[in-house]
């Protein structure tokens, strides 16, 4: 366990060290908000956590922090005028004795990931660093446990209200079974693992309005018929794949987000855990944040709302990918065209259409021009850790469109696919905006 606790500390403070530059003084570093999301980001990785699953743990780990704030500043509307099916207690309204809504929320944060994740326990040594940090700045002790009972009240409902999202019925339900049919999906090398979250469609949405709301278009038919429609899809994606540029490379790389990607060599192989495409736009959500000045009560929304815009993304894209369960190309090439050949990333397990990253970046790139404003420059080092270097984008538009190509890139998805998913995430995204503005939100930028 130790060499486990070592390993997030070092990769947790790297990332933490990696954004404080730029960290906004009008609050403690120390309570910076993104710090206890890249905590619960490493426990993750750790756990190896499927994409859609990790949005939901950002969702809900957030939501304890916002109550918390609206409570005490009424500086952001309420969560349930946001989140409808949200029905708070008032709990919090009750509370006796002097407390820091700050240190409460970020504390918050942390209780709610140690509930949630299934390694939580690992958040443990966080929160009893905070509460030594918190000592040695001078805040009293009376202060310091006051705000803990308020966390603690805030996660209690919050974890309340996530046990009634449908999650706790999802390994009861039928399991998935590939179809070995032309044109079904079917698991990929080198693992051949399992669907991912097959069922996933049943979660509770937060602020969609079901699961079905933002459909995708049609996708063109199958076809083996070296003429047709599709298969000139699959000739795309093979030709491209042995004509890529250094610069197609860096983005598909880049935008990997695969969180296990195996490597064989000869009869051995070796695992390699990676951020979720959702915690990489929950760490650019923080560090944007920063650059934008944001208060404390703007970076606890503004991550909640991605968190939220994530969660609802994912399952709006997982309802069409396992309603269309379309084949990827690399078993398409396999089968049909050259048996040899390897896209340049591993093929994620689940069916091609839509693209989550086309859907979820997209999305969230509609969220945060929104509340920052279009052409809002940035340089993105989240996967710095994980062997890439800085990447600098114009607008978060321009970084959804990156993030969607890099899949066509990397040999995995059809460009059918990234183009409806982009369509797909954008409609995700205006209607949370709409929501948004119906409950009184408006824009952080000046």
């Known amino acids: 366990m130790k060499s486990i606790k070592q390993y997030l500390f070092i990769i947790t403070a790297f990332i933490s060290g990696a954004v404080s530059a730029q960290s906004n003084k009008a609050y403690p570093d120390y309570l910076q908000p993104d710090h206890a999301i890249n905590a619960l980001t490493m426990v993750m990785i750790h756990d ?17 922090a916002y109550n918390l704030v609206e409570t005490n500043t ?25 407390y820091d809504y700050k240190i409460a929320s970020y504390y918050s944060i942390l209780e709610l990931g140690k509930q949630l994740l299934p390694s939580g326990v690992l958040l443990e040594d966080d929160q009893n660093q905070f509460v030594t940090l918190l000592k040695k700045t001078g805040v009293k002790q009376d202060v310091i446990d006051n705000s803990i009972k308020a966390a603690l009240a805030a996660s209690k409902e919050v974890l309340a209200f996530s046990k009634t999202d449908n999650y706790n019925k999802l390994s009861a339900l039928k399991r998935y079974t ?38 995708a ?26 004509h890529l540029n250094a610069e197609q490379i860096n983005q598909a790389l880049f935008w990997d987000c695969n969180p296990f990607a195996i490597t064989t060599s000869g009869h051995m192989a070796i695992g390699f855990k990676k951020i979720s495409p959702g915690g990489h736009w929950m760490h650019v959500t923080g560090m944007v944040a920063k650059k934008a000045g944001l208060s404390f009560d703007q970076t606890v929304a503004a991550l909640t709302l991605e968190g939220a815009t994530l969660m609802d993304a994912f399952i709006s894209c997982w309802d069409e990918k396992y309603n269309s369960d379309r084949i990827r190309p690399e078993t398409y090439i396999n089968r049909y065209m050259d048996v040899k050949w390897q896209p340049l990333l591993q093929t994620p397990p689940f069916p091609e259409y839509t693209s989550g990253h086309a859907v979820i970046s997209n999305a969230s790139a509609e969220l945060l021009t929104y509340l920052l404003g279009d052409n809002f420059n940035f340089t993105d080092n989240t996967e710095v850790p994980f062997g890439s270097s800085e990447r600098s984008f114009k607008s978060f538009r321009q970084a ?14 059809y460009m059918e696919s990234i183009t409806q998913g982009n369509t797909q995430g954008k409609e995700v995204g205006g209607i949370i905006i709409s929501k948004l503005k119906a409950a009184g939100l408006k824009p952080f930028s000046k």
């Open 48 to 64: 190896v956590v499927s994409p859609p699953v990790a949005a939901r743990y950002y969702a809900y780990s957030m939501m304890g």
């Open 74 to 98: 009424k500086s952001i509307p309420a969560l349930k005028n946001i989140i409808k099916a949200y029905k708070p207690t008032g709990v919090l309204d009750t509370l006796k004795g002097k």
């Open 178 to 215: 590939p179809s070995k049919a032309d044109g079904k999906w079917y698991p990929t090398p080198p693992g051949y693992f399992e669907a991912v979250e097959p069922n996933w469609r049943t979660i509770r949405v937060l602020l969609l309005d079901s699961a079905k709301q933002c459909k």
């Open 217 to 242: 278009a049609n996708l063109t038919p199958f076809s083996k018929d070296t003429t047709s429609a599709f298969y000139k899809q699959v000739k795309e994606v093979y030709d491209q794949s042995k």
């Open 400 to 413: 959804a469109a990156e993030a969607s190509m890099s899949r066509f890139y990397g040999g995995i998805h």
